[in-house]
């Protein structure tokens, strides 16, 4: 008996990064796996790679058919959808605010914010019918800590954040359960950019270990482990929450990025009242 024996789930964004990674190992714990994704070569071939457990659906999360279709797809082939990984995403609009157009503030929350509701309220009443149901949704610690993100980009996730709060007190009702993963920095094409060649991402790693508690960046499959246990039958008692995975990058500033007076030892001096 695998953790997700039986169970059918759609993720989006699932042609690369830790939507792949995520693809894979819910396969490999029982699942079946449809893989929406705007890049067909990439999303087809790990459809074909995962077999009868995959199938692949192109779907610009942006577009509520596309989405729509791809939730009636993968129901109907696999009569029922456990999970709906609303995951797909991109940096958005970079630059200062004042340079900063409509035009890709809605292009931004199209993908980052209507592609999540889109998931959702095409996923809510095939969950609500069979009294069931884990919808998982990619968020960011840029929701929570400001400066590592572009501005609509943190504005984006938080959205995430709360729209996941407020659908997982709806959809109690029914045991569905909503909840949102926030990475922290995850060597994925979209972090490392540059075209995730061995030589950028071996620049990315020295820009970036050492920010966090844990001496490393995170690993696709770090997103992947806390998604199949958001997944399973684990978690049925885990609702309404944002699970920050980020080696410890929004505890705070590492011991060893302190400054050195933090980390000498020095007598303690205890306050005495005069007289005693
Ligand atoms: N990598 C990080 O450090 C990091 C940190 C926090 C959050 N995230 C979030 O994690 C999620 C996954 O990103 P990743 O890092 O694995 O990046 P990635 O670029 O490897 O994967 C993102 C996938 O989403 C797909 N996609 C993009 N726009 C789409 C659209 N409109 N419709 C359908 N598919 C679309 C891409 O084709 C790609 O396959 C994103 O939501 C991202 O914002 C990433």
Known sequence: MTRLSDKVALITGAASGMGAATARRFAAEGARVMIADLQEEAGSALADE??????????DVSIEEDVANAVTVAADRWGRIDCMFNNAGFGGAIGPIDETSAEDFDITMDVLVKGVFFGMRHAAPIMKRQGGGSIVSTASMAARIGGWSPHLYSAAKAAVIALTRSVALEMGEWDVRA?????????TPLAVGRGFTPEAIERFRSETEGQQALNRVGDPDDIAHCAVWLASDESTFVTGQDIVVDGGFSAGRTWRRQPPWMRQAHPIKVYRPPGR
């Open 179 to 187: 909840n949102c993963i926030s990475p922290g920095v995850i060597e």
């Open 50 to 59: 995962l077999g009868d457990a995959g199938l692949f659906a192109r779907c």
